[in-house]
């Protein structure tokens, strides 16, 4: 794992009002020390009166196991009962899972056909690929489920944003992308049919996302996966 990635985790776990206390850190260190086999620098407390704080002793831990290692422990420690409801722990937690999730096999994005396909067609617009990576994190951690539809929305919206040239909205968007497919010889059927997917899509976002916070969960991964099918779909026709 990166370095400063490792300091801005334990700087939040360590955190003096918040955090963990010294000698849980010593404790919980320890107990993940044992399980790996791996030699601590500070698994007993108190610290040495040399260091300059308990987050030091914290990264000094850390750093001492194996990358995958280092991300369990962390995850571990934000599943904490003491620690996992704060806002600032809940952050950390999105973002190590963001960061390196997928490549320590802790992000299984749904229907993963669909989403895999979508990644491969949104190559080409990284600012639409950044937040939809954002929103199947989001979703996958059970974190900010409200936000996880909106950063799908959204990269969505700068997909079309890319394809049309311009900086509309997604709704205001919709009559363009149906003249777009008209000149692509798309069938007046799947045309219609797209454009009113694309009314349907913003509609529900503005009632139920963008701004009363009314999600019901069930219906989140549809969305998602329709989503994904719309963006692909637009991409190789238009795109």
């Known amino acids: 794992m990166d370095s400063h990635f490792i300091t801005y985790a334990t700087d939040i776990l360590g955190d003096t009002q918040y955090g963990l206390s010294g000698s849980e850190i010593a404790r919980y260190s320890t107990e993940f020390a044992v399980k790996y086999n791996v030699a601590i620098p500070y698994g007993t407390y108190p610290f040495p009166k040399s260091l300059p704080n308990k987050r030091t002793a914290l990264r ?48 299984n994005i749904p229907n993963s056909s669909i989403v895999e396909e979508t990644y491969h067609w949104l190559n080409g617009y990284p ?18 489920e409200r936000s996880s539809i909106d ?23 919709i009559s363009e992308v149906g003249s777009k497919l008209k000149e692509k010889d ?18 529900y976002q503005n009632t139920y996302v963008k701004h009363d916070d009314r999600v019901n969960k069930n219906e989140i991964e ?18």
Do not use: H
């Open 186 to 203: 798309v069938s007046p059927e799947l045309r219609n049919m797209y454009v009113k997917l694309m009314d349907y899509f913003t509609k």
């Open 60 to 107: 000094s831990n850390v750093e001492k196991f194996a990358g995958e290692q280092q991300f369990q422990f962390i995850f571990w420690l934000c599943e904490l009962p003491q620690l996992k409801e704060q806002e600032s722990i809940k952050t950390l937690k999105l973002r190590l899972l963001t960061n390196y999730g997928k490549q320590y096999g802790m992000i």
């Open 222 to 239: 549809y969305i998602i996966e329709l989503t994904s099918l719309m963006m692909k779909f637009l991409i190789k026709t238009l795109g």
């Open 127 to 144: 600012k639409a690929s950044e937040k939809y990576n954002e929103g199947l994190t989001k979703f996958e951690a059970n974190l900010f």
């Open 151 to 173: 950063d799908i929305r959204l990269s969505f919206e700068l997909v079309v944003k890319q394809i049309l040239k311009n900086d509309k909205s997604l709704e205001n968007q």
